[in-house]
C-alpha cells in the first residue's frame, strides 16, 4: 500500500520538475515504456511439470535444474530479445524435457543438457529450428 502511494508521489514530483509541455512528458513516457515495456521478440516456453492439483509430475522438472538460470544468461550473452517462461505439463512427457519457442511454435524434445539448449539458442539465432532436438 505505502509503495502506491510513494509511487504516486514520485510521480507528482517529477511532473512538476518536467518542463511544462505536454510534447515533452510524453515523449519521456513513451521512451521509458518503449525501455521498460517493451513485448519481446520470442517467448521460450521451458516445461517444469506444474500440474492444477498441486506437486509436479512427468520429467521436465527432474531434469532440468538450473536451466532458467542457465538460458537467462545466454540469452543476455547473446543479445537475444527473448522472455523465458515455466510452464506446466506441455503433455508431451515421453518426450521431456520440452521447451517451445514462440510465436515460431518449434517444440523441442530430449532438452537436457547445456548443450542442448545452446544448440537450440544457436538455431533460433540463425532462424532454423536445431533438428536434433525438433519434436515432429
Ligand atoms: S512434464 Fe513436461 S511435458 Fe509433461
Same mark, same amino acid.
Given at each position: 500500500?505505502?509503495?502506491?502511494?510513494?509511487?504516486?508521489?514520485?510521480?507528482?514530483?517529477?511532473?512538476?520538475?518536467?518542463?511544462?509541455?505536454?510534447?515533452?512528458?510524453? =515523449?519521456?513516457?513513451?521512451?521509458?515504456?518503449?525501455?521498460?515495456?517493451? !513485448?519481446?521478440?520470442? !517467448?521460450? $516456453?521451458?516445461?517444469?511439470?506444474? =500440474?492444477?492439483?498441486?506437486?509436479?509430475?512427468?520429467?521436465?522438472?527432474?531434469?532440468?535444474?538450473?536451466?532458467?538460470?542457465?538460458?537467462?544468461?545466454?540469452? $543476455?550473452? =547473446? *543479445?537475444?530479445?527473448?522472455? !523465458?517462461?515455466?510452464?506446466?505439463?506441455?503433455?508431451?512427457?515421453?518426450?521431456?524435457?520440452?521447451?517451445?519457442?514462440?510465436?515460431?511454435?518449434?517444440?523441442?524434445?530430449?532438452?537436457?543438457?547445456?548443450?542442448?539448449?545452446?544448440?537450440?539458442?544457436? *538455431?533460433?539465432?540463425?532462424?532454423?529450428?536445431?533438428?536434433?532436438? $525438433?519434436?515432429?
Amino acid at each position: 500500500m505505502y509503495h502506491g502511494v510513494i509511487f504516486g508521489v514520485v510521480v507528482r514530483l517529477i511532473l512538476q520538475i518536467l518542463p511544462d509541455n505536454h510534447a515533452c512528458r510524453m =515523449r519521456m513516457f513513451r521512451t521509458y515504456n518503449e525501455v521498460h515495456m517493451a !513485448i519481446p521478440e520470442h !517467448i521460450i $516456453l521451458v516445461c517444469q511439470s506444474f =500440474r492444477v492439483t498441486g506437486e509436479p509430475k512427468g520429467i521436465c522438472h527432474k531434469q532440468t535444474s538450473g536451466f532458467l538460470q542457465y538460458m537467462e544468461e545466454e540469452i $543476455l550473452d =547473446r *543479445g537475444l530479445d527473448c522472455q !523465458i517462461a515455466a510452464t506446466g505439463c506441455l503433455k508431451q512427457c515421453e518426450n521431456g524435457p520440452i521447451m517451445v519457442i514462440q510465436p515460431e511454435n518449434w517444440w523441442f524434445k530430449g532438452v537436457d543438457s547445456e548443450g542442448a539448449i545452446d544448440a537450440i539458442l544457436d *538455431g533460433l539465432e540463425n532462424g532454423e529450428p536445431c533438428a536434433d532436438y $525438433l519434436l515432429s
